[in-house]
């Protein structure tokens, strides 16, 4: 589906120079001289390139559409996670670059959106949010009550994150996946 270049929104997936690229922020320009552009940092879905290109409102680019499938993971073994297809059964062994820093967040048996081009799994969605356990964190340090302070904890996957004073270790919280921030205390 074409599309004009001021039209692109962060999430959409383009062909651009023969690659697939994932529109990861977008910035409309309206000069004082000249037309509107809008400048858009992409991310190569392929090798994980990424580039800034500015598009005019004349210009038209191809929108593409992903198959969604579901999936749960089921382990990792080194570098390989593999995945099995809930309607068919079938395994799927991917790469852990692929997922890059959110594959530390990879839990068994969690349930995942592969998305596919031409039947070839380009990227992995996760869950928004994870429930995990703190192993480790900082004393709270005497006067620094404030709800704004927060310190740093390390969780059970390994991930470092700032929590809240009054969260010790061995306290489950709930975790935002993408920006790898503390949401609430797990129930």
């Known amino acids: 589906m074409k599309i004009s270049g001021v039209d692109i929104r962060p999430g959409n997936i383009i062909e651009y120079e023969g690659g697939l690229w994932r529109a990861v922020k977008i910035q409309h320009t309206q000069p004082g001289k000249g037309g509107a552009y809008m400048q858009v940092e992409m991310k190569n879905l392929i090798d994980g390139r990424k580039t800034n290109v500015r598009f005019r409102s004349a210009e038209t680019v191809e929108r593409v559409r992903l198959d969604t499938k579901d999936f ?67 004393a ?43 949401v609430r205390r797990a129930d």
């Open 72 to 138: 749960q993971f089921l382990f990792r073994d080194g570098d390989q996670l593999t995945f099995m297809d809930k309607d068919t059964y079938d395994q799927i062994t991917l790469s852990a670059d692929m997922l890059g820093d959110e594959a530390a967040f990879l839990q068994d048996g969690m349930d995942v959106v592969l998305e596919l081009y031409d039947e070839r799994p380009i990227s992995v969605q996760l869950p928004d949010t994870i429930e995990a356990t703190i192993v480790e964190a900082d």
């Open 140 to 182: 709270v340090v005497k006067g620094q009550t404030a709800s704004s302070s927060y310190k740093p904890a390390v969780l059970d996957n390994g991930v470092r994150v700032m929590v809240p004073p009054h969260i010790a270790s061995g306290t489950r919280i709930v975790v935002d996946v993408y920006e790898k921030t503390y």
